[in-house]
């Protein structure tokens, strides 16, 4: 059984710090790029980063880039990300996915709520 479980989100000040993990199960996970997406209420959900499986490949969106930095473990299957200098803008619920050539995995997702 497939399964991405996010942790670590939570309520932080600006320009703070979290980081997020997703622990993954039931799926060749180095063969598959991790990607995190976030949802702020009212918007549609949108890429923050990415990374390959193999190479460690990463892809930031703009808005985040020299912010947050995406990891993964293979050994441990867990994908992370961690978020630094936090803005009220950041705040969203944070969801995993996995994908590969055929198959595309979610998580539940975690909320991170940044607000002083």
């Known amino acids: 059984q497939v399964q991405l479980v996010e942790s670590g989100g939570g309520l932080e000040q600006p320009g703070g710090s979290l980081r997020l993990s997703c622990a993954a199960s039931?799926?060749?996970?180095?063969?598959?790029?991790m990607s995190w997406y976030r949802q702020a209420p009212g918007k549609t959900r949108e890429l923050v980063a990415s990374?390959?499986?193999?190479?460690?490949?990463?892809n930031y969106a703009d808005s985040v880039k020299g912010r947050f930095t995406i990891s993964r473990d293979n050994t441990r299957e867990t994908v992370y990300l961690q978020m630094n200098s936090l803005k009220p803008e950041d705040t969203a619920v944070y969801y995993c996915?996995?994908?590969?050539?055929?198959?595309?995995?979610w998580g539940q997702g975690t909320q991170v709520t940044v607000s002083s």
């Open positions: 039931g799926f060749t996970f180095v063969s598959y790029v």
């Open positions: 996915k996995a994908r590969n050539d055929v198959y595309t995995y």
């Open positions: 990374i390959t499986g193999t190479d460690g490949t990463t």
